[in-house]
């Protein structure tokens, strides 16, 4: 079993659409939970991190970790064309500092 | 901004040739990552350093070795290319004190033939 595992999709919505992405992980010990987009030919920007449980909310993008369940999800409000990435899920614990993590990435498109 | 850059975007070499990735940031971030990226399997970690000279094996190191000589430039070399090492190759740096922040260069796509 991987230790983060994320649906590749694709994903295709309409703009203006809610979506939902998520990933489960089976490793208790991971505090930091990370969202990084990453455009076609380019490599990953962070987007959203959350650490320990809860949710964030950044403009149109909320993160949300359910510890409990060991699942994250990042929604996106109001899907833009722009949206249109490949979302990778990343996580880390809080001590042996340096080792991230990555779920496989969701391929997202929205349609204008 | 923090920018890290790698020497090639697309590369092709023939089984067998040694190959050098090269990767530079230029934010003086104590850590640095090599990882591949594959359908279906995501981003592997090949190998990291956390200091000048000092490297860590990652998930995957076997036929891959690394060089930390300076501390904005991480080398990644495949010492035999085979054809299993076609591959999407990403460089990450990582600020000490904030382990959720990898910056990432836009990768080196490479074909081995």
């Known amino acids: 079993q991987k230790e983060v595992e994320q649906d590749p999709g694709p994903l295709s919505v309409p703009e203006g659409a809610i979506v939902s992405l998520n990933c489960t992980y089976s490793n208790s010990a991971f505090q930091y939970f990370m969202w990084y987009r990453q455009y076609s030919r380019k490599g990953p920007e962070l987007l959203m991190y959350?650490?320990?449980?809860g949710n964030k909310e950044d403009g149109r993008f909320t993160a949300q970790v359910d510890k409990s369940s060991k699942y994250i999800s990042l929604f996106i409000r109001d899907s833009q064309p722009s949206d249109s990435a490949t979302y990778l899920c990343?996580?880390?614990?809080?001590?042996?500092?340096?080792?991230?993590?990555f779920g496989a990435g969701t391929r997202l498109f929205v349609k204008a | 901004d923090v920018k890290v850059t790698q020497s090639s975007r697309y590369l092709v070499k023939r089984t067998g040739e040694k190959v050098f990735l090269e990767c530079v940031q230029d934010m003086d971030h104590e850590n640095m990552f090599w990882y591949r990226q594959d359908p279906g399997l995501g981003l592997r970690l090949i190998y990291f350093?956390?200091?000048?000279?000092?490297?860590e094996k990652g998930d995957i190191p076997e036929g891959y070795s690394v060089s930390r000589e300076k501390k904005e430039r991480f080398s990644l070399i495949l010492e035999s290319a085979s054809t299993n090492q076609t591959s999407m190759y990403l460089c990450?740096?990582?600020?000490?004190?904030?382990?959720?922040?990898?910056?990432f260069g836009p990768g080196t796509r490479l074909t081995v033939t």
């Open positions: 959350t650490y320990s449980s």
């Open positions: 990450a740096s990582l600020p000490q004190g904030r382990p959720y922040e990898q910056y």
């Open positions: 350093s956390y200091d000048v000279k000092m490297k």
């Open positions: 990343a996580m880390s614990a809080d001590t042996g500092g340096f080792k991230t993590i």
